[in-house]
C-alpha cells in the first residue's frame, strides 16, 4: 500500500486530455513539501517530467502540466499521443516516515 | 553528459549479503546527494536510501533500515549500498539517482539503467 494514492490506470484516445490524481495526507503533499512527476515507458528508466509541482524540465512538452492542491496533486496530459504511452508515478516528501514517498503508479494507455 | 552506471546486482539467497555500486560521471560527484531506488519486478518506484555529498548523512525508508548501508567514495566518484539479511520481498531492480540540483536530495532528474537483485534459494 502506498503513501501516495494514485489510479491503477487510464485511457484516452489521441488528441484528447487525461489527468492522473495523486493523493496523500497532512504528513506529505499536505504539508506542504512538493510533488514531482515521473514518466517510464517499458523497459526503462524513469523520467523526470515534472517537478516541484508545476515545473517542467527542458526538453518536456508544455502538453504535461502538474498542479496541487490541499492533499492532492494532478498530472494533465494534453493533445494525446501514442508515445506517452508509460507508467507515471507522482513523488513526494513525508515527514512521519523521513523520507521521499512514491504513487503506486499509473498505467497511461492511448486507445 | 550526467551518467550513472550500477553493477553488483545477482542471484543470492535469503539471508545473504550483496554489494552493489554505481560509477557516477558528467558532473561534480561530492556536491550532489545520492540515492537508490528500487523497483520489484512489475511493482513501483520505492526510494531505498539516500546519502549526503559529503557522506556523512544517510537516510533509510524503514523497510530496509539497520539491514542495508549506502556509503560513497567521492574520490572514485562511487555510490555503494551494502544489502545484509536479504529477503525475498528485496528482489528487484535497484537504480541510482541523481537530484536534480544540489538543494533537492529528492528531486531525481537522472536515473541509472539499475542492476537486478534477485534474492531466491
Known amino acids: 500500500q502506498s503513501v501516495l494514492t494514485q489510479p491503477p490506470s487510464v485511457s484516452g484516445a489521441p488528441g484528447q486530455r487525461v489527468t492522473i490524481s495523486c493523493t496523500g495526507s497532512?504528513?506529505?503533499?499536505?504539508?506542504?513539501?512538493?510533488v514531482h512527476w515521473y514518466q517510464q515507458p517499458p523497459g526503462t528508466a524513469p523520467k523526470l517530467l515534472i517537478y516541484?509541482?508545476?515545473n517542467r524540465p527542458s526538453g518536456v512538452p508544455d502538453r504535461f502540466y502538474g498542479s496541487k492542491s490541499g492533499t492532492s496533486a494532478s498530472l494533465a496530459i494534453t493533445g494525446l499521443q501514442a508515445e506517452d504511452e508509460a507508467d507515471y508515478y507522482c513523488q513526494s516528501y513525508d515527514s512521519s516516515l523521513s523520507g521521499s514517498v512514491f504513487g503506486g503508479g499509473t498505467k497511461l494507455t492511448v486507445l | 553528459e550526467v551518467q550513472l552506471v550500477e553493477s553488483g546486482g545477482a542471484l543470492v539467497q535469503p539471508g545473504g549479503s550483496l554489494r552493489l555500486s554505481c560509477a557516477a560521471s558528467g558532473f561534480t560527484f561530492n556536491s550532489y546527494a545520492i540515492s537508490w531506488v528500487r523497483q520489484a519486478p512489475g511493482k513501483g518506484l520505492e526510494w531505498v536510501s539516500t546519502?549526503?555529498?559529503?557522506?556523512?548523512?544517510?537516510y533509510y525508508a524503514d523497510s530496509v533500515k539497520g539491514r542495508f548501508t549506502i556509503s560513497r567514495d567521492n574520490s572514485r566518484n562511487t555510490l555503494f549500498l551494502q544489502m545484509n539479511s536479504l529477503r525475498a520481498g528485496d528482489t528487484a531492480v535497484y537504480h541510482c539517482?541523481?537530484?536534480?540540483?544540489?538543494?533537492?536530495?529528492?528531486?531525481?532528474?537522472?536515473w541509472g539503467q539499475g542492476t537486478l537483485v534477485t534474492v531466491s534459494s
Open positions: 539517482a541523481k537530484p536534480l540540483d544540489t538543494t533537492a536530495r529528492f528531486t531525481f532528474d537522472s
Open positions: 546519502i549526503s555529498g559529503s557522506g556523512g548523512t544517510s
Open positions: 516541484r509541482n508545476n
Open positions: 497532512n504528513s506529505n503533499i499536505g504539508a506542504g513539501y512538493d
